[in-house]
């Protein structure tokens, strides 16, 4: 199932939406900011049910 999430950039601070495949359960991925072209790191946390239940996000530097 594709979800649109809001993500604040670690790098620049905007926020933007993106979309996240929560099917797949809990996952880490790597997506260019939408404003800044910085490279996030996104984890995705998704519970037995299949209901995203949070979201990280962090530089290639943390």
């Known amino acids: 199932m594709i979800e ?3 993500i604040d950039c670690p790098y620049c601070g905007e926020r933007f939406t993106t979309t996240a ?7 880490s991925y790597v ?5 800044c072209c910085r490279p996030i ?4 946390r998704v519970d037995e049910n ?3 239940t949070g ?6 530097r943390d």
Request: hydrophobic share 40%.
């Open 31 to 35: 997506e260019d900011c939408a404003i």
């Open 41 to 44: 790191e996104i984890a995705l």
């Open 50 to 52: 299949g209901e995203l």
């Open 21 to 27: 495949d929560v099917s797949a359960g809990s996952q």
């Open 55 to 60: 979201i990280d996000t962090r530089t290639d």
């Open 4 to 6: 649109t999430i809001a």
